[in-house]
T-cell receptor, first 112, second 114 residues
């Protein structure tokens, strides 16, 4: 079992839908939780990060961490075709090497 | 400012050959990390270099090696290529590697081993 599990999808939604992307993890030492977006033929770019539990909002994006369930989510409101990409979750143990452990990524397709 | 530059963008090699990939980090960044990305395994950490020294290493065989130069540019070498080494190789640069928000990825080098 991988430390970070993420459904690869693809997840196909109509434009304007609310998208929910999720990751589960097994190592309770993870303290930093990040979401990256990767467009085709590009490198990943950091979208959001949270420390420990709670929610964080940035425009149409909301990141949520539930440490008791070892579960993190990224919500995208009013999804757009330009949101079509692969979304990777990543996690870091605080005070360690700060090398992130990534999920496999979920492919999201937002169709007009 | 210029982003992370990886060269070449695409490579086709034959089994048994060796390959060298290059990464130029963002100016002023001293940490360079390398990752292998495949559909089956996702993004896997190879190693990190900081100030010309390997600071962290992932679980890859010794065929995978790297180095960093005094200008922070980094190279990754894979010897005795295997079919399973076909992947997208990404490098990420950051100021010092200790900030979770600071890593910037290049576009990657797509390596195909035939």
């Amino acid at each position: 079992q991988k430390e970070v599990e993420q459904d690869p999808g693809p997840l196909s939604v109509p434009e304007g839908a609310i998208v929910s992307l999720n990751c589960t993890y097994s190592n309770s030492a993870f303290q930093y939780f990040m979401w990256y977006r990767q467009y085709s033929r590009k490198g990943p770019e950091l979208l959001m990060y949270t420390y420990s539990s709670g929610n964080k909002e940035d425009g149409r994006f909301t990141a949520q961490v539930d440490k008791s369930s070892k579960y993190i989510s990224l919500f995208i409101r009013d999804s757009q075709p330009s949101d079509s990409a692969t979304y990777l979750c990543a996690m870091i143990i605080s005070g360690g090497s700060y090398i992130p452990t990534f999920g496999r990524g979920t492919s999201l397709i937002v169709h007009p | 400012k210029a982003g992370v530059t990886q060269t070449p963008r695409y490579l086709i090699k034959t089994r048994g050959q060796q390959v060298t990939l290059s990464c130029s980090p963002i100016s002023g960044h001293r940490s360079v990390s390398w990752y292998q990305q495949t559909p089956g395994q996702g993004l896997q950490f190879l190693f990190e270099y900081f100030s010309e020294t390997q600071r962290n290493k992932g679980n890859f065989p010794g065929r995978f090696s790297g180095r960093q130069f005094s200008n922070s540019r980094s190279e990754m070498n894979v010897s005795t290529l295997e079919l399973g080494d076909s992947a997208l190789y990404l490098c990420a640069s950051s100021l010092d590697g200790a900030g979770v928000t600071e890593a910037f990825f290049g576009q990657g080098t797509r390596l195909t081993v035939v």
